[in-house]
């Protein structure tokens, strides 16, 4: 494969939760703050710079994160205020990038190339994020190189609030030194893998063969190798066109039975949450369309706080049901599609549900993935 000269920018907000909260608190300002479920059997979603210092880390179980850091600040989180200040962001790109794309609620990737023939790439980037920070008040970093990788590689050294350009003959030097975590692509027990083999920095991954890597990993180890020597053709894929997930049903006759049309929806949404779970997106954006037997076709949409828990889509399915039906009339055709998706897990939405909730979601997935999306289901979604 051909390798493209091409300049991308990775964007990535800084503790974003944390800064959003401190937007609306000036006293949170320069203090450990913590935020997640609040009970004792909540885990951490976010926290500050200030709190980490203490051990503190997203995932910890919150109990532990109050035994080590008991003075922070701990905050439930308020998923609203985040899309708000997410979407404000990605409106403040969408208005001068060229293409971008948003792959989480706190990052885009940008592609510029091309633009250091005008403007130079570096400097129209810092301008953007100042422009970013002056507007929103979030602070927020950028790595500026020549593929995705090594820019979000090049962001994660920039941190906090600041921004790393590694220009193409610097590449490998830079990656070097830098322990084989960094590489995004590297899991746990990929990780562990390659330090059984006594490989602990970048350096080292870019002095093995390629064969050596393949013949242990497969394909994953010539992708690990191209990375770890600053190769990766991956395209930023325009957000403009991020998939939807949509989901729609027939009626063998037409009706207008609202509690079947009702239950009809509720197995949609029950499928495509367990759908956007499994590919660990979130979405914020949430369509529904009714086609009333003379086939006229209408649609009403709500964007709403990121989220995958079909408990919570399910109540704006209801309300945009109820505000579109109004004509009385027989349903041919009732879908739902969610879009403006973003890659995330459950953990953004610890802090709005109890853990038993959480837990049960969990379990449930389980299950589907072990036995099929049928073996578990609500009961308005059983035929009578």
């Known amino acids: 494969m051909q390798d493209i000269d091409r300049t991308i920018a990775h964007l990535d907000l800084d503790t974003f939760f944390v800064s959003a909260e401190r937007l609306v608190n000036s006293t949170l300002h320069g203090k450990p703050v913590i935020i997640g479920g609040i009970s004792d059997r909540g885990v951490v979603a976010s926290c500050s710079y200030e709190a980490r210092k203490y051990g503190v880390h997203s995932a910890m179980p919150m109990k532990m994160a109050r035994h080590i850091c008991s003075d922070a600040f701990f905050i439930r989180g308020d998923m609203e205020l985040y899309s708000k200040y997410s979407n404000l962001v990605t409106q403040i790109i969408h208005e001068k990038a060229p293409v971008y794309e948003k792959t989480s609620i706190d990052e885009h990737y940008l592609d ?119 190769i990766d053709n991956t395209p930023v894929q325009p957000y403009r066109q991020q998939k939807s997930i949509s989901a729609e049903h027939t009626f063998e006759q037409d009706t207008s039975d609202v509690a079947v049309i009702k239950n009809m929806l509720t197995g949609m949404v029950e499928k495509l949450c367990y759908e956007l779970r499994s ?23 709500k964007r709403i706080p990121y989220t995958s828990f079909d408990h919570v889509i399910n109540d704006i399915v ?36 109890t853990p038993e909730t959480l837990n049960l979601y969990n379990a ?21």
């Open 112 to 230: 510029i190339t091309g633009m250091d023939r005008f403007f130079g790439s570096h400097r129209w980037m810092q301008e953007l994020r100042h422009t970013i920070i002056k507007e929103t008040g979030l602070p927020i970093s950028f790595g500026l190189s020549i593929n995705k990788t090594v820019s979000k590689i090049a962001t994660g050294e920039a941190k906090p609030n600041g921004e790393l350009y590694v220009e193409k003959p610097h590449v490998r030097s830079f990656l070097a030194p830098l322990s084989i975590r960094k590489i995004p692509m590297i899991g746990e027990k990929t990780f562990r893998t390659l330090r059984s083999m006594g490989v602990g920095n970048i350096a080292t991954l870019q002095q093995m063969p390629v064969n050596l890597m393949e013949n242990i990993m497969g394909k994953n180890g010539i992708e690990i190798w191209r990375r770890a020597n600053g």
């Open 364 to 384: 449930v997935d389980r299950i589907k993935k072990k036995f099929g999306k049928q073996a578990v289901t609500k009961a308005v979604n059983l035929q009578p």
């Open 318 to 353: 209801k309300e945009l049901f109820d505000q579109l039906y109004t004509r009385r009339m027989l349903i041919r055709l009732a879908g739902i599609r969610l879009n403006h998706l973003v890659q995330g897990t459950q953990q953004l939405s610890l802090f709005e549900n």
């Open 279 to 301: 590919q660990q997106k979130l979405t914020a954006c949430v369509t529904v369309k009714i086609r009333y037997s003379n086939f006229d076709t209408h649609t009403k949409q």
